[in-house]
């Protein structure tokens, strides 16, 4: 995917100084290998900042809620299918968009070859589907399969649904993917047991909001965790706290998530928040037979009243 | 809720209008035995602070 830099710069580069628009927003260099941070590039000579690599996890449809301005973005799959959210949402003007699709191929997951490496990462490099990891120990070689994310893993819509250019040919979709393995083992434990297991997944939340701060979804002006008239939910970091604001943030994605996988990359001690938005990802394929940020011009289930709704759970 | 350890039957809906003082009856005598039948709950219990 390293090819797609120049591409990346090409197109920007035509876009600022056409003034076709006002920025660009995509990635450039983070300051610690395998974190690539956002960027807002207004010039056309600042171009050769932006980078696209396996470490552009982060969701960047985030940066588009209620701007204004014509904007040039640069979408993977998910972020693209969350400009769709954004603009089913009526978040952002389609019009004011100009988006330049990346056909993407998985991020890495940094924790995983944090662990697997085992010392102190100071660079990494990716040469093809291997990624090539230097640091205080010996240079390792990993495949790039096998540190993926995990919501990458389970990826079944790679390209960008919507776009208006693209810096590289289609890739081919992930077929056959198993995307609720994890999911059916919870649904398959019986209550005590899927009450330990999440007691035990969010033992060490911090509550610092991450999550929620990384995902495009959340933009309410304020949300109901930073309310205090009244408050919705105690701000300690008690257990009941922690898990009330955890299944009210998945309550609040349900239909409208795309598995970006932005909430679990950005949460700095590792929880695997997806555990709360799969199972309502799975409930509203299984129940509504849908997949949310496919269409900008269909509105979602939850939004929406047909007769033939499920209804069953209501007496 | 149940999919996070909520035992199945603790939580229920139901669709009654201002109407239906039969239905009302019906449903609050089956929740409060389902309920019953299931005995206090565990979760989502928050003891007062301690404070020294
Ligand atoms: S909840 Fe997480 S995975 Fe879902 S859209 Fe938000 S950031 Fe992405
Ligand atoms: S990012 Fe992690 S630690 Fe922070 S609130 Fe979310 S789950 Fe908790």
Redesign the pocket.
């Known amino acids: 995917m390293l090819e797609y830099t120049e591409k990346i710069r090409e197109i920007s580069q035509k876009l600022l100084k056409d003034s076709k628009v006002d920025m660009v927003i995509g990635f450039r260099k983070g300051t610690v290998p395998m974190m690539n941070e956002p960027t807002f590039i207004r010039n056309a000579n600042e171009v050769g900042q932006l980078i696209w690599d396996s470490n552009c996890g982060i969701?960047l449809a985030?940066y588009l809620t209620g701007r204004k301005e014509k904007i040039g973005i640069v979408a993977k799959g998910?972020d693209s299918r969350?400009i769709v959210?954004h603009l089913v949402e009526n978040k952002v003007n389609r019009d004011n968009l100009h988006i330049i699709g990346v056909p993407c191929k998985g991020m890495i997951d940094r924790r995983k070859i944090g662990v697997i490496y085992g010392e102190e990462i100071l660079n990494v490099v990716e040469d093809g589907e291997k990624i090539v990891v230097e640091g205080d120990g010996d240079e390792k070689v990993y495949d790039k399969k096998d540190v993926l994310q995990e919501?990458c893993a389970i990826c079944i819509h790679r390209n960008p649904v919507i776009y208006d250019e693209l810096v590289a040919d289609l890739v081919e979709e992930q077929k056959d993917v198993d995307r609720y393995e994890d999911v059916r083992k919870i649904e398959s434990m019986p209550p005590d047991e899927k009450w330990a297991y999440f007691e035990g997944l969010l033992k060490n939340c911090i509550r610092c909001y991450a999550?929620r701060n990384?995902?495009?979804?959340?933009y309410c002006p304020t949300c109901f965790v930073d309310e205090s008239r009244p408050q919705w939910v105690g701000k300690s970091i008690d257990p009941v706290d922690t898990r009330t604001f955890h299944f009210l943030?998945?309550y609040h994605?349900a239909g409208?998530?795309?598995?970006?996988?932005?909430?679990?990359r950005v949460c700095p001690v590792g929880i695997n928040?997806?555990a709360f938005?799969k199972k309502l990802?799975k409930d509203v394929k299984e129940l509504y037979d849908w997949e949310i940020g496919l269409d900008p011009n269909v509105r979602p289930p939850l939004d929406v009243y047909k007769t033939q709704d499920p209804e069953d759970f209501i007496k | 809720m149940e999919h996070m350890g909520i035992e199945p039957g603790r939580l229920q809906f139901s669709w009654i209008s201002s109407a239906e003082s039969t239905k009302f009856v019906k449903v609050v005598k089956e929740v409060t035995e389902t309920i019953k039948s299931l005995g206090p709950r565990k979760h989502f219990i928050k003891t007062e602070a301690k404070v020294a």
């Open positions: 969701n985030n998910c969350n959210v919501n999550c990384a995902c495009p979804l959340c943030r998945a994605c409208r998530c795309t598995d970006c996988g932005a909430c679990e928040v997806r938005t990802e």
